[in-house]
Every structure is written in C-alpha cells, then in structure tokens.
C-alpha cells in the first residue's frame, strides 16, 4: 500500500527593519518547538533564503510543516491554538501587524504539497 507523504510550504518574509537575530532566536526558542508539539504535525522546520542562485525570489524564509497525510490541512490549521499563534506571528513579525486584515498573502502564503517520488523509508 502506498503512504501518502503530505507537506505544508509557508513561505514568508518578515517585517523589514526588525532585527533578523531576534527573529531567528525566536523561530528556535518559540516558533519551532510550538508546531513541532502540534497534533496532526509529523515534523517541521524553518528555513532561510541565503542566496538567489537562479531567479529571484519572492520570499527571505520558508518553514517545511510535515503533516500525517494530505487531508490533514484542517487538523494543523483548523486547531485554535495554531491560530492565535498565527495572528501573534503576524503582530510580531509580518509585512502588515494586522491579523484582522483581509488578505494575509501580504504576510505569507501557505501550500498544500505532496510527495511524488523520493526514496523509500526504512
């Protein structure tokens, strides 16, 4: 039988004139272990653009947020406490502080993918 191995792509960039040690202390100290606890999350992990090698980007960080499979969206997205996390990111950090705000693709965009191929796990 075939597993299904589902990710969640955030892609972000955050606020321009903070101070990118303290965010990135943050991630570490706050932000990872937060999602790593969640249910429904089977690993997740932040990431920063160091360099444009071919193209050029439209974000500075993304974050790989595992989940258990690719209808799992809802139990990760759909649970409160990632929620409030979420407006409190965008008050710290994001493009426009405002969580209320209608479009939040302004502070970071979030993509449903799934394996296609890779090697077999053991």
């Known amino acids: 039988m075939k597993r299904t191995h589902a990710m969640l792509l955030l892609t972000y960039t955050p606020r321009k004139g903070i101070d990118l040690d303290q965010y990135h202390q943050w991630l570490k100290d ?9 249910p429904g999350v089977k690993h997740y992990s932040n990431w920063r653009v160091v360099e444009d090698k ?4 439209s974000f500075t960080h993304f974050d ?4 258990k499979d690719i209808n799992s969206f809802e139990e ?3 649970d409160q406490a990632v929620e409030e996390f979420a407006r409190g ?9 405002d969580p209320d705000a209608p ?13 296609i191929a890779g090697p077999e796990e053991e």
Not at 54 to 57: A, D, H, T
Not at 64 to 67: F, P, Q
């Open 76 to 78: 990760v997205f759909g």
């Open 89 to 97: 990111w965008v008050r710290l950090w994001g493009e426009i502080p």
């Open 30 to 38: 706050v932000d990872n272990p937060f999602f790593n606890s969640r």
């Open 103 to 115: 479009d939040q693709s302004v502070n970071y965009h979030v993509y449903l993918c799934e394996q």
């Open 54 to 57: 071919l193209g050029k980007s």
């Open 64 to 67: 790989l947020l595992y989940i």
